[in-house]
């Protein structure tokens, strides 16, 4: 009986390639390298030249040549490409590569065309035993003009997330030059590819790849990216199953890269743009990039990185000619690109010291060269050695770049927008709502519903977070009325989107209503995953601090916190008033929430916002007091950065009292406020429900108000 090994031998290549792969590049990490440079001289590490040369008959009872298991291997490598451009999609910043078009057109550009021509003129001078065929020549001159002028975009993102520069506008400008790179790279293949296949320049199929290709992008940029975003909210509402949306992002990418290939492009076109798509995605953005990264990080990369190493063979470089040729390709690829990228930043308005950035960055290669040498491999159009001098050149330029990225980074000072800008980021890195997605919004047709349906109007369109409208009350109870909550959220929408000069009709797709025929329809809407619920019924809070049944069942089932809208009948009515909002301030996690809902909101309204810090005589003792008070005051200076942050004029105002509700009172009869904001937990017995002080507050209070509980 003869029995097959292939599976058992597949498995002892994945452990041997994960397992070299992983120390390999923990160990290059410790040095201050890319882990992935690890994943590759593993794969280096396992091929021909060492332990083929060390231990022959071992290396081929793993790694036979057998079609079968290299197709095997071929496939988790391949599919690791695609899902690393995903992650690299998701994370493009494409607004910040539209304000900086010009230099980012200019680099790619210039970046590409001197390292290309140089490369072109380089396989002219080869000798004639490098070149398969020579009837070919041009062929392979323009695979190998490709591939040392293209930046691997996966491989500088990579390289600008270790070092900590993707957030610096100039890290975000080099991102972008690299995308650029790789789309016209794979349109440059899909030239190349034709006339590889015809033996002549075939303008028929060139124009068919570039129209094709426009067409694509035009479809994705418009149509394609709403379709996307309804398909993720679409399956994350109504399948049950387990993670359905990583399901629906794969088919997504796998779709778009099918798509690509049939125009005659690169799938890892179709795979990048699916991932811009996704990280556009009105919700659950970090909650797929979390699910994904660690499986890609973890098994996908360093089996394609490892499997890119293998296929070189080191002994080529131990001819005298051809070291000097690989060499040489090694400076062509780094001079060309850099004095390319150099002049075109320059051109493109950037400084001296930015264009030298640019340039250093852009020298990183990898994946993309591998990419293109194994095709041009499988084709017939270079051989094993110039294909060992490609990836060499690869490596060696790659391994150069992010210590010298790092240190002309250093030199590159921030200007005062992206300072702000990097200030900012860094503040909501602690803040609740950049997190938050999708809000829900459960109002009846009383006033607090009213309040609580033109609170959330403006929240949804100043987060742009998608809004989902359940009416508390069935379609027979509200009579003709409607849609009527729906209607107000939108309202509020519209008017915070014309005050902000943005899209009403944008604002109006965020907002979507659900029927409340069903009697569970509550408890299946929050099943469906919501960061925040905004709440609006007829006397939420009923007795002794407990709320209304169906209030009740909310906050017990729902995760986030509960924005309840309360004293709705004093509220002001049209949607363009400015809020004036009182917002006590107690340093605590809760008020600290109810802040960031203050100021967004003023914001929204282009209201103001009072931040009130009450000072405990009985809790500030002696030794004590000066530290409480300092810490009172820092509390209210906190307010006013992130205020300053958001664009809202605040005001902050001190008082002691062992009571904080009575000078919160005393506050609201001070000043025309039209909201006050509290931010408050829930206690729990049989029931949540609220701590005596704030029901007390509420009990007096007749100013409309928002009770932010969890």
């Known amino acids: 009986m003869i029995f097959d090994h292939t599976l058992a031998v597949f498995a002892a290549e994945l452990i041997l390639l994960l397992l070299a792969g992983r120390l390999l590049g923990e160990g290059l990490s410790r040095l201050g390298q890319p882990a992935l440079f690890g994943q590759l001289l593993a794969g280096v590490l396992l091929g021909p030249s060492v332990f083929g040369a060390l231990f022959p008959e071992l290396r081929h009872m793993l790694f036979p040549d057998s079609r079968t298991l290299k197709s095997m291997i071929d496939g988790i490598a391949q599919t690791g490409i695609l899902l690393l451009l995903l992650l690299t999609g998701m994370e493009t910043n494409l607004a910040l590569v539209q304000r900086r078009r010009r230099a980012v ?35 392979t001159a323009l695979f190998l003009g490709t591939a040392l002028s293209i930046s691997a975009v996966k491989i500088v993102a990579m390289v600008l997330m270790e070092i900590g520069a993707i957030r610096r506008d100039l890290g975000q400008l080099i991102l972008a030059t690299a995308i650029l790179d790789d789309t016209i790279a794979w349109i440059i293949i899909a030239v190349i590819s034709g006339i590889a296949a015809h033996g002549t320049v075939d303008l028929a199929s060139i124009g068919a790849s570039l ?27 109504n399948l049950t199953i387990e993670v359905p949306v990583i399901t629906a992002i794969l088919i997504v990418m796998l779709a778009m890269a099918l798509t690509t290939e049939l125009i005659g492009v690169h799938t890892a076109l179709g795979a990048f743009i699916a991932g811009v798509l996704i990280g556009q995605s009105p919700i659950l953005t970090e909650h797929i990039e979390g699910q994904l990264r660690g499986f890609i990080m973890a098994f996908f990369s360093p089996v394609f990185f490892a499997v890119a190493g293998l296929g070189m063979d080191l002994r080529t470089l131990l001819d005298p000619t051809l070291a000097l040729f690989t060499l040489a390709v090694v400076l062509v690829a780094s001079v060309g ?78 200007g005062e927008e992206e300072a702000r800008r990097l200030e900012k980021e860094d503040a909501e890195e602690t803040e609740n709502l950049p997190k938050m997605e999708r809000a829900l919004v459960y109002v009846d047709d009383s006033p607090n519903g009213r309040l609580a349906a033109r609170l959330a109007g403006l929240f949804a369109a100043r987060q742009k977070i998608l809004t989902t409208v359940l009416e508390a009350e069935a379609a027979e109870e509200r009579g003709s009325e409607e849609a009527a909550a729906r209607r107000h959220v939108a309202e509020a929408a519209d008017a915070t989107s014309t005050l902000h000069e943005s899209k009403p009709a944008g604002a109006k797709r965020l907002v979507t209503e659900r029927p409340p025929e069903q ?109 409480a008070r300092r810490l009172g005051m820092s509390v209210l200076v906190d307010i006013h950065r992130a205020g300053k942050r958001a664009g809202v004029p605040v005001k902050g105002m001190t008082a002691t009292n062992v009571k904080p509700e009575s000078e919160i009172r005393r506050a609201v009869r001070g000043g025309q406020f039209d909201l006050v904001a509290l931010g408050t937990s829930l206690r729990q017995g049989e029931a949540k429900f609220l701590g005596p002080r704030t029901a007390a507050l509420l009990q007096v209070l007749r100013t409309p108000a928002l009770l932010i509980a969890r």
């Open 337 to 414: 690109k850099f004095s390319g990228a150099l002049i075109g930043g320059r051109l493109g308005g950037l400084t001296t010291r930015e264009s030298l950035a640019l340039a250093v960055g852009l020298n990183g290669r990898g994946s993309t060269e591998v990419i293109i040498a194994t095709i041009g491999l499988s084709m017939g159009a270079l051989g094993n050695q110039l294909y060992t001098m490609i990836v060499a050149m690869a490596v060696i330029t790659t391994m150069a770049m992010p210590p010298m990225l790092r240190w002309m980074m250093s030199r590159v000072p921030l």
């Open 519 to 627: 009697e569970d329809a509550l408890e299946k809407e929050i099943g469906r995953g919501y960061d925040i619920a905004f709440v609006g019924i007829d006397r939420p809070i009923v007795e002794a601090a407990r709320f209304d049944p169906r209030l009740q069942r909310l906050v017990t089932e729902f995760q986030g916190p509960v924005a309840i809208a309360v004293n709705g009948a004093g509220a002001a009515g049209p949607a363009d008033v400015p809020l004036d909002i009182l917002l006590p301030a107690a340093g605590t996690q809760d008020a600290r929430l109810a802040t960031e809902i203050a100021l967004a909101l003023a914001d929204a309204s282009k209201g103001t916002v009072t931040a009130l810090h009450v000072f405990d005589p009985q809790g500030d003792v002696a030794l004590l007091r000066g530290r």
């Open 211 to 237: 129209a094709g290709t426009a067409l694509f992008l035009a479809f994705a940029f418009t149509i394609g990216r709403r379709l996307v975003a309804a398909l993720i909210v679409w399956v994350n509402d």
């Open 105 to 139: 057109i200019s680099s790619s550009l210039f970046g590409i065309a001197v390292p290309f021509v140089c490369g072109v003129a380089l396989a002219y001078a080869l000798p004639g035993d490098a070149i398969p065929e020579q009837q070919n020549r041009l062929v």
